[in-house]
């Protein structure tokens, strides 16, 4: 399979806490992309990190990216019962395609 | 703007039944995705349409095939559908161009085949 890896898995936290995840992907990319998807419902982009970039900031959320290890990680500031949801990263490469994690099933507990 | 609109939201199929879901996006975009995502696989790509008149396999085209009916629409057909085919089914469009695209998703189809 050519699908990326989150980890974890799953990640409960409380309320005001920091989340972070993790991202793994196997081939070389031109962006990292990061998604959520609230329970039943489509993908909703969060932020893209360029393969020439290291760090990015888009409100509550930071991204990283390092190419050398093919990993990736976001981080959700001061987390709100609202940020329950599963976190997918997407990588594109020199083609149209885009290639989907597993995803981090994130629960932010009130 | 709508975004992205599927239809159906749900559908049952009995083993063998063929069945074609619709797809449409309103932001004149150039690319167009289905994918398939089941429990703990994540996302997986069916078919892509890079641009208007062009189809490609993605990594889990078997027992599909796709119609790009022009720069708005792209349905997805499975012809005689399998049990392995239950799952939910998400369409996707972006801009073409800058290789900066975000994909924007429609509510997905949930789809069971009995």
């Known amino acids: 399979s050519q699908q990326g890896e989150e980890d974890p898995q799953a990640l409960s936290i409380q309320e005001g806490e920091n989340a972070t995840m993790n991202c793994s992907y196997k081939?070389?990319?031109?962006?990292l992309q990061w998604y959520r998807q609230n329970s039943g419902r489509g993908l909703v982009h969060l932020i893209l990190i360029r393969s020439n970039e290291r760090e990015k900031h888009s409100g509550r959320l930071r991204v990283t990216l390092d190419t050398s290890k093919k990993s990736s990680s976001l981080l959700i500031t001061a987390s709100r019962a609202a940020d329950t949801a599963s976190y997918f990263c997407?990588?594109?490469?020199?083609?149209?395609?885009?290639?989907f994690g597993t995803g981090t099933r994130l629960k932010v507990l009130a | 703007n709508a975004g992205v609109t599927q239809t159906p939201k749900f559908q049952v199929l009995k083993t063998g039944q063929s069945m074609t879901l619709q797809c449409a996006q309103d932001?004149?975009?150039?690319?167009m995705y289905w994918y398939r995502q089941d429990p703990g696989m994540g996302l997986r790509l069916i078919y892509y349409?890079?641009?208007?008149?062009?189809?490609d396999k993605g990594e889990v085209p078997n027992g599909y095939n796709v119609s790009r009916l022009n720069k708005r629409e792209f349905s997805l057909r499975l012809e005689s559908a399998a049990p392995s085919q239950t799952s939910v089914y998400f369409c996707a469009s972006s801009a073409a161009g800058a290789r900066d695209n975000e994909q924007f998703f429609g509510p997905g189809t949930r789809l069971t085949v009995l």
């Open positions: 349409s890079a641009s208007e008149g062009t189809t």
């Open positions: 997407a990588t594109r490469g020199g083609t149209y395609k885009y290639i």
């Open positions: 932001m004149n975009h150039n690319s």
């Open positions: 081939t070389s990319i031109n962006n």
